[in-house]
C-alpha cells in the first residue's frame, strides 16, 4: 500500500519569501502525485499533479513541484508567496494500476502555509 | 454546472441519532469517495465507490454506511452518531483513472455532542 509524508505541520513564511513544502511518498509499483489546496473553509482543489514525463510540473499560479524518483519527493516550492497563497497544501499520491479498487487517493496529513505581512 | 454539491453544509447531533450527508454530482464521474478531515491526521477514506451498484470500505469505515444506486448520488449514512465522529466530510468525485482529478465538495461540519 502507498503513504504519504508530509513532514511540515506548520510553515509560516513572510510575504515574497520563498517556500518548500516537503512530501515524501513510498510505494511498491508507479505512482501518479498530486498536490491540492484547501483555503479556508472550502473544499480542495487540484493544485498540480505529475503523470509522466518532465519532473517538473507547474501552476497557474507560480506554484512548482518535481518528482524524484530516486528520493521518492514531490517537494512544493514558490519562489515569492503572497498573503493570498495561505492555506493548507495537502500532497496525495495515487497508483498506476488498473485493478478494481487501487485507484485511491492517498493524502499526507497537510501542511498549513501562514504568509506572514 | 455545480461540480460536487454536499448538503447539508453543517449538523449538529445527539450520540446515538442517524443521519444521512448527501453527495450529488453533475459530472458523470463513474467514481465516488467519502473522506473525514480530523486535525493532524489530513484526509482519510471512509467508503467509496466505482459506478452504481458497487461500493467497497476505505481505511476508516465503522460506523458508517453509503449507497449508490445512481451514479449522481451517494449518501453517507450514520447509523448511531458517535462524539468520535465529529470531523468535517468531504464527498469527491473523479474518473476511475488513477491519473485523473478528483473534484471536492464544500465539506459538512459535523459536531457529535
Known amino acids: 500500500a502507498q503513504s504519504v509524508t508530509q513532514l511540515d505541520s506548520q510553515v509560516p513564511v513572510f510575504e515574497e519569501a520563498p517556500v518548500e513544502l516537503r512530501c515524501n511518498y513510498s510505494?511498491?509499483?508507479?505512482?501518479?502525485l498530486f498536490w491540492y489546496v484547501q483555503y479556508p473553509n472550502q473544499g480542495l482543489q487540484l493544485l498540480l499533479k505529475?503523470?509522466?514525463?518532465?519532473?517538473l510540473v507547474k501552476s497557474i499560479n507560480g506554484f512548482e513541484a518535481e518528482f524524484n524518483k530516486s528520493q521518492t519527493s514531490f517537494h512544493l516550492r514558490k519562489p515569492s508567496v503572497q498573503i493570498s497563497d495561505t492555506a493548507e497544501y495537502f500532497c496525495?499520491?495515487?497508483?498506476?494500476?488498473?485493478?478494481?479498487?487501487?485507484?485511491?487517493?492517498?493524502f499526507g496529513t497537510g501542511t498549513r502555509l501562514t504568509i506572514i505581512p | 454546472n455545480a461540480g460536487v454539491t454536499q448538503t447539508p453544509k453543517f449538523q449538529v447531533l445527539k450520540t446515538g441519532q442517524s443521519m444521512t450527508l448527501q453527495c450529488a454530482q453533475d459530472?458523470?464521474?463513474?467514481?465516488m469517495s467519502w473522506y473525514r478531515q480530523d486535525p493532524g491526521m489530513g484526509l482519510r477514506l471512509i467508503h467509496y465507490?466505482?459506478?452504481?451498484?458497487?461500493?467497497d470500505q476505505g481505511e476508516v469505515p465503522n460506523g458508517y454506511n453509503v449507497s449508490r444506486s445512481t451514479t449522481e448520488d451517494f449518501p453517507l449514512r450514520l447509523l448511531s452518531a458517535a462524539p468520535s465522529q465529529t470531523s468535517v466530510y468531504f464527498c469527491?468525485?473523479?474518473?476511475?483513472?488513477?491519473?485523473?482529478?478528483?473534484?471536492f465538495g464544500q465539506g459538512t461540519r459535523l459536531t457529535v455532542v
Open positions: 469527491a468525485s473523479s474518473y476511475f483513472r488513477a491519473n485523473t482529478e478528483a473534484f
Open positions: 510505494s511498491s509499483v508507479s505512482v501518479y
Open positions: 505529475y503523470l509522466s514525463g518532465s519532473t
Open positions: 496525495a499520491v495515487s497508483v498506476a494500476v488498473s485493478n478494481f479498487g487501487n485507484e485511491k487517493l492517498t
Open positions: 459530472m458523470n464521474h463513474e467514481y
Open positions: 465507490s466505482v459506478g452504481a451498484g458497487i461500493t
